[in-house]
């Protein structure tokens, strides 16, 4: 230790010698003890983590099946979660075989959505994966490398070799087309879900929140609005357009030798961003709840989930400059909700009101939050 680190831990002693320090005589806390108390809250995160991932994943194959017309990129959908025990973060792999049945030499089923091409072919939780048509699965980056490959088969039949109780089976999964985009669960308690470009975020405070998949599906429904109707492209268009309007500002100031450092650039770039975004936002939370009731749910209770997320956020009670406040968010959903029930006790398509001179969405069989 340098001279002048011990003269600082010298004058933190001298300082701390009159000191007041506890009163009551606190019990031991032996190491052995803590460690088996952080082994016990460290089984119950990873056995939480992947119960919330089955249920999102369960939420998100309906949309994507359902929604499939109205994305630019579709793939084959097995409704299947597999890994090994490599394939996890690695503070869960130490004890993931005991925790989730994993082992580290083939991926093992985690879970699988109900009524999926996984379930119908007798795919179960526990089963371990070999072979996808005669290719040995691999226990690193297994969902990265099915995926790949049904890609490349497209919605031909599969066949997988799993082994279950000791015994060797083969079965024949038939993909269902849907909506590429990865939707991710991401640890944070803050309740959020945002797009991006290549895939969609939810954040697990939001699954704590959502007390229903119907609520859930809305949430994820809106954010798979934003891609497809490609707000995220128009934000960053809008921002350049108002970008440059601030250069030439700039530059005119510059010429009468008035400096501003860029300022009307910064700050028209940032206006530019935000036009529209409460539309847009608006926009995400209509189409949302039909993306929801096409795949099935019941939305009929569904805007309570506004009113939960003002107590959890008051601020978000009055407007802000990026997202309608929630009373606004609350009462379009009961008003988008009626819509859509008059549209099914007619028998309509459920199809969202576009205006009349905007493009709807094209066919893929043509082609936040």
């Given at each position: 230790m340098s001279?002048?680190?011990?003269s600082a831990v010298l004058a933190a002693v001298g300082l701390c010698a009159g000191c007041a320090g506890p009163n009551v005589k606190l019990p031991e806390l032996p190491d052995k003890e803590i460690a088996a108390e952080r082994r016990l809250e460290e089984t119950a995160q990873v056995r939480d983590y992947f119960r919330a991932l089955a249920r999102l994943d369960a939420v998100a194959f309906r949309l994507r099946l359902a929604n499939r017309p109205y994305c630019k990129k579709v793939a084959p959908q097995l409704g299947i979660r597999a890994a090994s025990a490599h394939g996890?973060?690695?503070?869960?792999?130490?004890?993931?075989?005991?925790?989730?049945?994993t082992g580290g030499n083939h991926p093992t089923v985690l879970s699988v959505v109900e009524n999926s091409p996984a379930a119908l072919a007798d795919i179960r939780r526990g089963d371990e994966i070999l072979t996808l048509d005669n290719d040995v699965v691999p226990?690193?980056?297994?969902?990265?490398?099915i995926d790949d490959r049904l890609a490349a088969r497209g919605q031909a039949p599969v066949t997988l070799v799993i082994r279950r109780d000791d015994g060797e089976t083969q079965h024949t999964l038939h993909p269902l087309m849907g909506c590429a985009t990865p939707i991710e669960l991401a640890v944070d308690p803050l309740p959020n879900a945002f797009a991006e470009d290549e895939r969609i975020v939810i954040q697990s405070g939001i699954l704590r929140l959502t007390k229903t998949d119907a609520e859930l599906?809305?949430?994820?429904?809106h954010e798979l609005a934003h891609l497809t109707l490609g707000h995220l492209g128009k934000r960053r268009q809008n921002a350049l357009l108002g970008k440059l309007g601030g250069m030439l500002?700039?530059?005119?100031?510059m010429i009468a030798q008035i400096q501003t450092h860029g300022a009307f650039e910064k700050h028209f770039e940032r206006a530019g961003a935000l036009?529209?975004?409460?539309?847009?936002e608006r926009e995400a939370d209509y189409i949302g709840a039909y993306f929801a009731a096409r795949a099935g749910y019941d939305i009929s209770g569904v805007a309570r989930i506004w009113r939960v997320l003002a107590l959890e956020n008051p601020a978000e009670m009055r407007v802000n400059d990026t997202h309608p406040a929630t009373p606004a968010r609350f009462v379009?959903?009961?008003k988008t909700v009626?819509?859509?029930?008059?549209?099914m006790r007619r028998g309509l398509p459920l199809e969202p009101e576009f205006k009349s001179n905007a493009v709807k969405p094209a066919p893929s069989e043509a082609s936040s939050y």
């Open positions: 001279v002048r680190r011990w996890l973060p690695r503070r869960f792999r130490e004890f993931a075989g005991a925790v989730l049945g226990a690193r980056y297994t969902a990265r490398w599906a809305v949430i994820v429904g500002i700039d530059r005119g100031l036009a529209y975004s409460v539309d847009f379009q959903m009961q009626a819509e859509i029930t008059d549209k």
